[in-house]
Antibody
Framework: QVQLVESGGGVVQPGRSLRLSCAASGFTFSNYGMHWVRQAPGKGLEWVAVIWYDGGNKYYADSVKGRFTISRDNSKNTLYLQMNSLKAEDTAVYYC???????????????WGQGTLVTVSS | DIQMTQSPSTLSASVGDRVTITCRASQSISSWLAWYQQKPGKAPKLLIYKASSLESGVPSRFSGSGSGTEFTLTISSLQPDDFATYYCQQYNSYPFTFGGGTKVEIK
């Protein structure tokens, strides 16, 4: 069965960096686009970034553009989110999610991880 | 960027009620809309994709309709397990965007 397991969250000071990982299993990772979505405490969902199945294209929310970098290692079945210059408003649970269709055919988010909490605080 | 506006933000209903949630896009997204259900402390769960396609395993009391800029999620007969927060999301163009959410509460 499809499993997505995030890790790397924690408490970090403003201005510092953190890298999240998402380990994927139960499907052919290299065939699917992958996303990061976050949710601030008590707030709604915010889409963060996407990387296409082959890593050829990446897109970001305006709120993180220039600070966050999404990447993937298809040989390790792992998705990453490098977060630099962190701000208090980046505090959230970060979810990785897999698209519903292979090779970009259906970009809705079918499978989600359990999330990892990032707290940006001094 | 495409803005997604959900209404209402909160909805109080009873078991057995018919419930409708509306989602409006700031520009046409064709039928590239998904609906998710989220319960406290849990990841979102896909209910509907391509505006009206029911995801496998989702009860048939859930249905979606609409195209262009106006969409609805309907629960035909609300069940105890349906009390949750619902989000729409457009995947027509990047950056993808979510609606603000609709919390369905027990009346």
């Amino acid at each position: 069965q499809v499993q997505l397991v995030e890790s790397g969250g924690g408490v970090v000071q403003p201005g510092r960096s953190l890298r999240l990982s998402c380990a994927a299993s139960g499907f052919t990772f290299s065939n699917y686009g992958m996303h990061w979505v976050r949710q601030a405490p008590g707030k709604g969902l915010e889409w963060v970034a996407v990387i296409w199945y082959d890593g050829g294209n990446k897109y970001y929310a305006d709120s993180v553009k220039g600070r966050f970098t999404i990447s993937r290692d298809n040989s390790k079945n792992t998705l990453y989110l490098q977060m630099n210059s962190l701000k208090a408003e980046d505090t959230a649970v970060y979810y990785c999610a897999r698209e519903g269709g292979s090779r970009g055919y259906s970009a809705y988010l079918l499978y989600w991880g359990q999330g990892t909490l990032v707290t940006v605080s001094s | 960027d495409i803005q997604m506006t959900q209404s209402p933000s909160t909805l109080s209903a009873s078991v057995g009620d018919r419930v409708t949630i509306t989602c409006r896009a700031s520009q046409s997204i064709s039928s590239w809309l998904a609906w998710y259900q989220q319960k406290p402390g849990k990841a979102p769960k896909l209910l509907i994709y391509k505006a009206s396609s029911l995801e496998s395993g989702v009860p048939s009391r859930f249905s979606g309709s609409g195209s262009g800029t106006e969409f609805t999620l309907t629960i035909s007969s609300l069940q105890p397990d349906d009390f949750a927060t619902y989000y729409c999301q457009q995947y027509n163009s990047y950056p993808f965007t979510f609606g603000g959410g609709t919390k369905v509460e027990i009346k």
